[in-house]
């Protein structure tokens, strides 16, 4: 594989670790606004869920740190050194706070208080 298909398939998972980020965003903003109108066990079940969601995908983007990391370094081929810095991204990543990053991208909705619940107006007859 040619230097430059190697940069740009680092690039590339550059890339998608950013776009992995803004789609547990978007999928946050999407959670807040079911859970604005949707109140019980129910719903706090969907919410571990998308948190558990959230910690999954700071696990794959930390995954994906290191392989573009290694791609990067791939390209002339690895010195002990670079083997050494592999060795220390393995225990760096074993260190990320996966919990408190996928709480920083999915925080419980702490806006405006739900709305009221609708009723029917057959009720008034």
Request: proline share 5%.
């Amino acid at each position: 594989m040619s230097s430059e298909h190697l940069t740009k398939l680092a690039d590339d998972l550059d890339e998608m670790q950013r776009y992995l980020d803004r789609q547990v965003k978007r999928m946050d903003t999407v959670v807040d606004t079911i859970e604005a109108r949707w109140q019980g066990p129910a719903a706090k079940a969907y919410r571990r869920r998308h948190r558990d969601a959230a910690k999954e995908a700071v696990r794959i983007r930390e995954l994906m740190k290191l392989i573009e990391a290694a791609v990067r370094m791939s390209r002339d081929g690895f010195t002990e050194q670079e083997l050494d810095i592999l060795a220390a991204f393995k225990r760096i990543q074993m260190s990320v706070d996966v919990d408190g990053e996928a709480a920083e991208l999915s925080t419980p909705n702490t806006g405006s208080p739900p709305p009221a619940p609708r009723t029917s107006r057959l009720q008034d007859l």
